[in-house]
């Protein structure tokens, strides 16, 4: 099971003080905005995603159909296979997607410590 690019998704108070320090530990903005309440955020093959009240905690994010550059591969396992071989292994989802469409989609689960995951799918 190919999951993708992993990040770790951070529920920030404030995205500009966030965006400094992360900026004094080499990481630059490569995606989102400020007007959109998030930043992506990255220094070499490191990613973390900055997101000022969209969700409450943190969490690890992985994307499906992108590599660690955010670049698009060309074979990649899709959400909803992924879905279907969680489910398989008895695992419990607190969101799931919806089997009949295609393209973006997303799911949440959670580890056995409570830990959010997040597999989201941009294409």
Known sequence: MKLGAFSVSLSVKDLQKSKDFYEKLGFSAMGGSMEHNYLIM??????????????????????????????????FDDVRDIQKHLKAQGVELDKEADETTSGPEHIFLKDPDGNMILIDQHR
């Open 42 to 75: 990255k220094n070499g093959d490191h990613l973390i995603g900055l997101f000022q009240a969209m969700f409450d905690g943190n969490m690890l994010t992985f994307n499906p159909g992108w590599d660690q550059t955010a670049q698009n591969l060309e074979v």
